[in-house]
């Protein structure tokens, strides 16, 4: 859903140094963002922001795929990626 879970938000507040685990989009761009999938391949953009131990399946995409996935036709602008 495009939001920081509040353990990590917790975590980059207070962390001394970040190392970085990339992983990547299918197209091989850097994947920034997650979507999880219901059992059907269907993306879900609501519910529960942490599900453990379903049947979903979590998928790393870039940011221009994540936003296709999620239905989100709006032209990428500065102040959104920042403001969020
Ligand atoms: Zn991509």
Same mark, same amino acid.
């Given at each position: 859903?495009?939001?920081?879970? /509040?353990?990590?938000?917790?975590?980059?507040?207070?962390? +001394?140094?970040?190392?970085?685990?990339?992983?990547? #989009?299918? #197209?091989?761009?850097? =994947?920034?963002?997650?979507?999880?999938?219901?059992?059907?391949?269907?993306?879900?953009?609501?519910? +529960?922001? %942490?599900?453990?131990?379903?049947?979903?399946?979590? %998928?790393?995409? #870039?940011?221009?795929?994540?936003?296709? =996935? %999620?239905? +989100?036709?709006? /032209?990428?602008?500065?102040?959104? %990626?920042?403001?969020?």
């Amino acid at each position: 859903m495009g939001k920081l879970f /509040p353990g990590s938000a917790r975590l980059l507040a207070l962390a +001394d140094e970040m190392r970085e685990v990339r992983t990547v #989009c299918h #197209c091989g761009k850097k =994947a920034t963002m997650v979507v999880r999938k219901s059992p059907n391949g269907k993306v879900q953009v609501s519910g +529960d922001q %942490v599900l453990v131990g379903g049947n979903e399946m979590y %998928v790393s995409l #870039c940011r221009i795929h994540w936003r296709e =996935a %999620v239905g +989100d036709r709006k /032209p990428i602008v500065e102040e959104e %990626v920042f403001s969020k």
